[in-house]
């Protein structure tokens, strides 16, 4: 199969692709090609598997292969497939880079190795190394809330250097760091940088990001990617629009419970209420059931207009 070209900077809305799951040791292949159909349609512009949402420290490599060659097959390079591949073992993430770009991946994404936080300098050192091995172009992911390292805004700066490091993706939800990035690139336009929090999509993009990972996409595609034209276009009131429908959709899905993966239940509990997956989460992570179904449930016909 051959690899969707990748044209750089890469721009738009790249939902982090939901898992669908029938059970621990199963893909549920009909909901995922439910799911990529629905996404498409939606105008979105490539796809980022195995991420956060992917849940992709819970599956197996057996399952992580299978949704990589599925999602590729399935969007037979109409859009960019963009495959996580953080791991504390670089060997791994090395042989899943080969396997992504054999199925017809376009390029990869990695956050630091977690555990043990990194000092900058041995960030530097880990991400040059792993680049330098890697079959695809990679995307660097800063999430300090999971890994426990910040990527510095100067740290960045030095990685971008590399041939094979071609953009980062930033869910730090820090503001003023990201806003720090854009200034340190403004004039290496060729390096893509992407907001993760979907709520702040439409601020970066004014300020000049490149787009977003915006998981709530895989419920509302239209929604994110009008977003993002809208803000592209600087039309304010467009923006303004549909920027109050985001919060609302965050207020309304992500945020039922004291959960630390409230985020991913709620989005999980959705998907299922609109008929695109099943409502289940890989251990060790247990779905919403009964009543928080029937909230979330609500919630979504209040949602007016999506």
Known sequence: MSNTALSMPLRGIIPPLVTPLLDD???DLLSLEK???HLLKGGVHGLFILGTTGECTSLSYTIRKEMIANVCRLVDGRVPVLVGITDTAPEESIALTDYSKEVGAAAVVAA???YFGLSQPELITYFEKLAGRLSLPL???NM????KTMIAVDT???LAKHPNIVGFKDSSANATYFNALLYSFRNQ????LFVGPEEMMASAVLMGAHGGVSGGANMFPKLYVTLYEAAKANNMEEVLRLQEKVMEVSAKIYSLGTYGSSYLKGLKAALSILGLCDNYLAGPYTAFEGGEVEAIRKNLESIQGL
């Open 112 to 114: 630091p190795p977690y």
């Open 156 to 158: 960045v700066e030095k």
């Open 139 to 141: 995307f660097l992911y």
């Open 35 to 37: 799911l990529v159909s």
């Open 25 to 27: 040791q199963h893909l």
């Open 189 to 192: 336009s060729e390096f893509s």
């Open 144 to 147: 300090p809330s999971h890994t």
